[in-house]
Nanobody
C-alpha cells in the first residue's frame, strides 16, 4: 500500500514563497510518476505539475509555469513543489499523487493520493 502525506502549506502574502513536501511510503517510490494537483473551493481539481520517475522530465500547468518548480528525491522518498511569486488565485488545497504510468496531466491516471495541504495567499 502506498501512502502519501503532504506538508508545508500555510498562509503567505502575495509575492511570497512556499515549499510543499510529499512523503511517500513504500520502497517503490522511484518507480512512480508523481504530480501535484490543487483544488480551490467550488472548483474542480486542477493540474499543477508532474515529474517522471527519474526526475529528468517535468511538466507544468499554464497557470504556474515559470513560478513553480517540481522536484523529487528518490533517496528520501519525497516529492517537492517550490512555489514562488504566489498569487491569491493560487489559494487551494494542494494534493500530491502517484501513478504507475508515465507522468501525465491526466487526473485519472493517478491511483494514489494524499490528504492535501492548505495553501492560502493573501492579497
Amino acid at each position: 500500500q502506498v501512502q502519501l502525506v503532504e506538508s508545508g502549506g500555510g498562509l503567505v502574502q502575495a509575492g511570497g514563497s512556499l515549499r510543499l513536501s510529499c512523503a511517500v511510503s513504500g520502497r517503490t517510490f522511484g518507480t512512480y510518476a508523481m504530480a501535484w494537483f490543487r483544488q480551490a473551493p467550488g472548483k474542480e481539481r486542477e493540474y499543477v505539475a508532474a515529474i517522471s520517475w527519474s526526475g529528468s522530465s517535468t511538466d507544468y500547468g499554464r497557470s504556474v509555469l515559470g513560478r513553480f518548480t517540481i522536484s523529487r528525491d528518490n533517496a528520501k522518498n519525497t516529492l517537492y513543489l517550490q512555489m514562488n511569486t504566489l498569487k491569491p488565485e493560487d489559494t487551494a488545497v494542494y494534493y500530491c499523487a502517484a501513478a504507475t504510468s508515465r507522468y501525465t496531466p491526466s487526473l485519472s491516471s493517478y491511483a494514489y493520493w494524499g490528504q492535501g495541504t492548505q495553501v492560502t495567499v493573501s492579497s
